[in-house]
């Protein structure tokens, strides 16, 4: 008993020690969560946690198809780091550093597109200049002049300029051997400009005056004239190697040759009746009323091609204008062009504005497609004309086998067959203007007229 004694005292505790203990448990538990925020709250790291994969960009790094280091690099920034190589090249190894970069020219051909222009003895250093490849993108729109004043030579050029006026600017003093050529050009220029207006007043003989609008021609001679005794506007023919004739049928105007001719004017018109009438009026008022005979057309319109003159009258008209009668090579020429076309429009059929026929007359300048090359009307049509050349059915032929070749200013047969006949051009049966015909030159044919020339021969 006394044993059973004892243990009650433990027997009793024990359930009090297990509640404690239970006790202690659960509080534990309910620690641990407060403890581990307050941990959080503190800076420490907290596990991590699977929803926080997404926001981390780690899935480029690793894939190889898409490395980060090739998009990142600044590739743009580096290149235009490395721009100023082109101020490099705008001073190359040679070059005095105090050239004006405007002071340039920039190549724009592959090829060579100047030319060294040399005198009796060699290259002439007034025709040296340098050449300077600038920058791309540097601007030439400000080229500037200076007068140089190196020499007493050079002010005096640049006092002669400054007395001109003259189309540009001040240009840089580093470039003063350039500058002074072009300044010499330029003057050179105007003084050519000057000469040439002052020649081809000069050139022209008495009675001829330029006529305002036209220019002048590349050698200086206007293109377009008129006489002051009857009035007619000549426009310029220009010389070289003519082509005249046709290979083919007919066989008078066969086979084709060619003749060098000068220079020369030409009426653009035939003379008209009110042309002819001014003639008469002053022959007669000096030798007689009788001395020049009316026309056989005289009762035609003024503006009308005068017709029915014998060759010598037409001779004498043209003497009293101090001027000729064309040649055939001449009349050729100035119908076909430079290029020799058959008709004086060109290649191709006639187009007129009305119905015409070979022997149709009308006032001058009526079809404006009938005009040549060098503005020159009615070649192909209207009234035939009158030639100084003889006529002669062999007469190209015979040209062939001359031993002066090419033939020079040619005036055609030395002798007419038959006599008296001499070469009518104009009006042909398909209007082609390598066309002739033969006539009596002593009669009145009504419908043979002519126009003039003024040959300038030497003087071009």
Aim: aromatic content about 8%.
């Amino acid at each position: 008993m006394a044993s059973q004694r004892a243990l009650l005292p433990l027997g009793g505790a024990a359930p009090r020690i297990a509640r404690r203990i239970s006790f202690g448990l659960s509080t534990a538990a309910l620690l641990l969560p407060l403890v581990g925020t307050l941990l959080v709250g503190c800076g420490s790291d907290p596990p991590p946690k699977p929803v926080a994969a997404p926001a981390q960009v780690e899935a480029p790094v690793d894939n190889p198809a898409n490395p980060p280091a090739a998009e990142e690099q600044p590739v743009a920034p580096r290149r235009a780091l490395d721009k100023p190589a082109p101020v490099a090249q705008a001073e190359p190894p040679g070059i005095d550093p105090s050239t004006n970069p405007h002071d340039v020219f920039e190549v724009s051909a592959t090829e060579p597109t100047f030319e060294r222009e040399a005198g009796p003895d060699g290259p002439v250093s007034m025709n040296s200049f340098d050449a300077i490849f600038p920058a791309k993108g540097t601007t030439s729109a400000a080229f500037q002049a200076e007068q140089t004043p190196e020499t007493p030579a050079a002010v005096a050029h640049a006092t002669t300029e400054e007395s001109q006026p003259a189309k540009r600017t001040e240009k840089p003093a580093g470039k003063s051997r350039s500058s002074a050529k072009s300044g010499r050009r330029e003057s050179s220029d105007r003084t050519d400009e000057d000469k040439r207006d002052a020649d081809s007043k000069k050139s022209l003989p008495p009675g001829f005056r330029a006529v305002a609008g036209y220019g002048n021609s590349p050698v200086g001679w206007p293109l377009r004239i008129r006489s002051k005794i009857d009035g007619a506007e000549m426009a310029l023919v220009t010389g070289g190697v003519v082509t005249v004739g046709h290979d083919g049928d007919p066989s008078e105007s066969s086979p084709q040759i060619s003749v060098v001719l000068d220079t020369f004017y030409m009426d653009v018109t035939e003379v008209t009746l009110e042309r002819y009438e001014r003639y008469r009026k002053a022959i007669n008022d000096e030798r007689g009323p009788r001395a020049v005979q009316e026309p056989d057309n005289a009762g035609s319109p003024s503006d009308f091609p005068v017709l029915g003159v014998v060759l010598k009258q037409a001779e004498f008209y043209a003497h009293w204008a101090h001027k000729e009668l064309p040649t055939e090579a001449e009349w050729e020429r100035a119908a076909r062009g430079e290029a020799s076309f058959p008709h004086p429009w060109g290649n191709g059929r006639a187009i007129w504005s009305q119905a015409r026929k070979p022997n149709t007359i009308t006032a001058v300048k009526t079809f404006g497609t009938d005009v040549s090359p060098f503005g020159i009307y009615d070649l192909a049509g209207n009234a035939r004309e009158w030639c100084t050349d003889r006529w002669s059915p062999k007469a190209f032929a015979d040209a062939q086998k001359s031993s002066h070749t090419p033939l020079r200013n040619w005036k055609g047969a030395h002798t007419a067959e038959p006599a008296d006949f001499h070469v009518v051009k104009g009006n042909g049966p398909d209007w082609d203007a390598w066309y002739r015909a033969g006539m009596n030159a002593t009669v009145h044919h009504k419908d043979v007229g002519f126009r003039c020339v003024l040959r300038l021969n030497d003087k071009n």
